[in-house]
């Protein structure tokens, strides 16, 4: 089956449960159908996109369509999430989104250097949140083309 005729999954980074809760009434309110799996730390992380841990019996190959990640996680950092996606073969081209409340040009510019798609600062204002989960959704879900990952 291509990648674009089952269902796409997006692949969520966040380790506050507000912000989680927040991501997720957006989609809701966006009427983005899309399966959200949703990762509390970087290792969880890992382990889902590599199908190791309490994810071993799940496909590898079977990637998500996205991954929206926090750069401030506990156990590994965002950045070293990153990294490891694009050191992967099967992952390397996987849409990586850094959405964060950071500020530092530092972390803007190593999450460019290590590969990352598009870094979003997370809108404070809801309606802003809910619009650019909008456009995220249109952009990487409908429109973005990815190869098959095996």
Do not use: H
């Not at 089952?6 to 983005?32: G, H, M, S, W, Y």
């Not at 159908?33 to 970087?42: I, M, P, S, T």
């Amino acid at each position: 089956m291509a990648m674009n005729e089952k269902q796409k999954t997006i692949l969520l980074v966040e380790d506050n449960p507000d912000d989680e809760e927040l991501a997720r009434v957006a989609f809701a309110e966006c009427r983005l159908g899309n399966k959200l799996v949703v990762a509390r730390d970087g290792q969880e992380a890992l382990d889902y996109l590599f199908a190791a841990g309490q994810y071993s019996g799940r496909n590898a190959c079977d990637l998500p369509q996205l991954v929206l990640l926090d750069l401030k996680l506990p156990k590994v950092e965002g950045l070293e999430v990153l990294r490891r996606i694009r050191a992967n073969e099967k992952t390397k081209y996987l849409p990586v989104v850094i959405l964060t409340s950071s500020k530092e040009e530092s972390d803007l510019v190593s999450s460019y250097k290590l590969g990352v798609n598009s870094y979003i600062q997370k809108p404070v204002d809801f309606p802003q949140f809910i619009d650019s989960v909008r456009q995220l959704g249109l952009y990487w879900l409908v429109l973005n083309e990815l190869p098959e990952p095996c």
